[in-house]
């Protein structure tokens, strides 16, 4: 298998590891996005759609998506197990993947990409060029401020974010809310039961990576 | 179980084809968004992201968003498989599914969201207020097309989205790729093999729903 990092950047910082929770030891290639190298020709033979990660199957498959790496790997190498065991757990384990994706990734995405003089023309990832707009940037700021209140809610009831077992929903989840540094938003300092949670898997060895 | 549906909205349909596919016939409540139903106490109480679908398991689950409810059923109800069966054709459903997520169904939702009058202060699904962003209705109308054409070189060489079998990715790609005629997008008419597909789809008895 071959797969494609940037150290830089929280999409493949999550495949990073996913890779490392499993135990996986893959050959890598640094991209790096802060010399556009995400849109050389070269790599856009190995992704046109000019986004990292990419896994390089041992089939010779080329999978991007933090999903469909990890449906692959998870797979091919159960254990450990981070996507559930039990049926209800695949479900938890998507769900709340899908919620932190979508209610605190996005919007970080969106405010950093929408204000940031670097993002100019590229306030969406990919080939094609995309103008900023400011007001995303506000709105962004606001629905991460939301997400920190459900995931203090729901760290509250359960020790890992989909429950009893640590899973690809706290790597997600992690992952960008250690990201919402670069918009300046942190954990409230109310929000003890996220505190410890990001404390934990902070100090889980795939998070040093 | 128990299975919380809107006839009207392309989310609900991603759940409801899902559970057609797999035979499956589950109790259903209709939850009328053009009344607002989706904000009430009463659903809100089920839900308190205000969004459709919700599928209440057997065990007393609550599973909110498509992945949670479609992994959930895969594990209860392995035949037909809807999510792949050797590690690859994992990989590729899901990598599909985001794809088609995020760069057909977001930037469809993105384009209505923020130019129709009867969404005016609902830009975003959930039980807070975003203004609109006439410029993201823009920008979605040219993100939806390049989609069109990723589409349809992908069907040119693959008779389904994520490969061999039909799967979660042509269902969620045909759903919105149905629902782009809400922002007045169609398949291109040069685009046969995504007419083909399209066709093929359309005849199935789970669209019919």
Sequence with gaps: MLFYDCATAPSPRRARMFIAEKGLE?????????NGE???????????????PVLIT???ATLTENLGIAAYLEARFPEPALMGRSAEEKGAVLMWNAIAEQ?????????????HPSFKD???TGPANHAQIPELAQRGVARV???????EDRLRDSDFI????FSLAD???????????VIKQRIPSENTATQSWYDAIRARPSAQL
Tied chains: 1, 2.
């Design 58 to 60: 041992d089939e010779g």
């Design 26 to 34: 893959i050959e890598t290639r640094e991209i790096s996005i802060a």
């Design 122 to 124: 590229r306030a969406i």
């Design 103 to 115: 209610q605190c990734g996005a919007p970080i995405a969106e405010t950093l990409r929408n204000s």
């Design 145 to 151: 401020g939301a997400f920190f209140a459900l995931l």
């Design 171 to 181: 790597i997600t989840a992690f992952v960008f809310v250690d990201f919402a540094r």
């Design 162 to 165: 989909a429950g009893k077992a």
């Design 38 to 52: 995400q849109l050389s020709d070269a790599f856009r033979a190995v992704n046109p759609g000019a986004t990292i």
